[in-house]
Nanobody, 124 residues
Framework: QAQLVESGGGSVQPGGSLTLSCATP????????MGWFRQIPGKEREGIGT????????YYTDSFKGRFTVYEDNTKSTVFLRMNSLKPEDSGMYYC?????????????????WGQGTQVTVST
């Protein structure tokens, strides 16, 4: 499957905000799912949030609720990850991913299509 295209990573000071974007595949608008994941060196890739292409409903891992928001544009061609009040421990590689299916998932293994990842660094 084609690799998804992400953008928006970079360096930010603690307390700052950053928005990542990801172009959606054709399956998304037909009821697929887009997910955002983070990987910190030495740790497994963890799910942040997912959004459904049909309903635009979002679901989050508890530890990311409140500071991180997943949303789509009005054409469903792009999904975003808005990150607020960033902390140094939020530094890592961020990935978007796509999957089809009826059941939501924040498990990396359930997603067959991935972006290349974008680095986020939070430091003074």
């Amino acid at each position: 499957q084609a690799q998804l295209v992400e953008s928006g990573g970079g360096s930010v000071q603690p307390g700052g905000s950053l928005t990542l974007s990801c172009a959606t595949p054709g399956t998304y608008i037909n009821g697929g799912w887009m997910g955002w994941f983070r990987q910190i060196p030495g740790k497994e890739r963890e799910g942040i949030g997912t959004i459904h292409g049909g309903s635009a409903r979002t679901y989050y891992t508890d530890s990311f609720k409140g500071r991180f928001t997943v949303y789509e544009d009005n054409t469903k061609s792009t999904v975003f990850l808005r990150m607020n009040s960033l902390k140094p421990e939020d530094s890592g590689m961020y990935y978007c991913a796509a999957r089809t299916g009826l059941i939501r998932s924040l498990t990396a293994d359930d997603y067959p299509q991935w972006g290349q990842g974008t680095q986020v660094t939070v430091s003074t």
